[in-house]
Nanobody, 126 residues
Framework: QVQLVESGGGLVQPGGSLRLSCAAS????????ISWFRQVPGKGREGVLC????????AFSDSVKGRFTISRDNSKNTVYLQMSNLKLEDTAVYYC???????????????????WGRGTQVTVSS
């Protein structure tokens, strides 16, 4: 069974950067597309970015274009979310997830993702 674990969250000032990691165990990450979502209290999970099995990135949110990038290191079984020029509204719990498919589908419901990590908190504050 695939297990996903996020790390790298923390407190950062506006304009700062963070790199989140999504590490997998129990499966080979390179077989799957991996997506990042974020959630603030009282709201549903918002798709951020996805990387396909083949390394193609798909943005799920216009708000992160030009600021966030996604990459993967298959040798480390890890996907990264590099966040730059962070804004107050980026504050959220960030999750990685997979539906065990090879491609990214921006229109997919969160219900279609089979595996989720527990999340890592990102707080942007001055």
């Amino acid at each position: 069974q695939v297990q996903l674990v996020e790390s790298g969250g923390g407190l950062v000032q506006p304009g700062g950067s963070l790199r989140l990691s999504c590490a997998a165990s129990g499966g080979f990450l390179h077989n799957y597309a991996i997506s990042w979502f974020r959630q603030v209290p009282g709201k549903g999970r918002e798709g951020v970015l996805c990387i396909s099995k083949h390394g193609d990135a798909t943005a799920f949110s216009d708000s992160v274009k030009g600021r966030f990038t996604i990459s993967r290191d298959n040798s480390k079984n890890t996907v990264y979310l590099q966040m730059s020029n962070l804004k107050l509204e980026d504050t959220a719990v960030y999750y990685c997830a997979t539906d065990l498919g090879p491609f990214c589908f921006p229109q997919a419901s969160t219900d279609e993702y089979d595996y989720w990590g527990r999340g890592t908190q990102v707080t942007v504050s001055s």
